[in-house]
């Protein structure tokens, strides 16, 4: 399973970004690229979310991103990556969480950041301190 998310997270892979969107080769943002790693596994979107702004974690506060990751993906207790991991990050101490990648190894991750294509990148320290949480696909809803 880890090494499926690894490959169709690649195939993503230079996608340009565009805010909520999640379409392979069109325009995506870093939760489109896990929703659309999440579509090829299992069919079907997970759920459809609501339209959010590019400042939606500053304005509400809540951490609706690790939240939802929660609802349906399973915790890493341990926080140890690995590849097919997926990490949900907090790109500011004291911010909600609002940022989420694919890690295609301990060291190297997939993600959509604005003003950029989708990209694989190393997981510098910088990157690894940001780390909110991190989550596995589930095993047992996969087609």
Known sequence: MQDEVVRIARTWLGTPYHHQASLKGVGTDCLGLVRGVWRELYGCDAEAPPPYS???AEAGGVETMLAAAAHHLEPVRDGKVEAGDVLVFRLR?????????????????IHAMEGAPVAEVVLTPWWQRRIAAVFKFPIAQSK
């Open 54 to 56: 590019r400042d939606w």
């Open 93 to 109: 101490p004291g911010l909600v969480a609002k940022h989420a990648g694919l890690a295609t190894s301990a060291a190297t991750f």
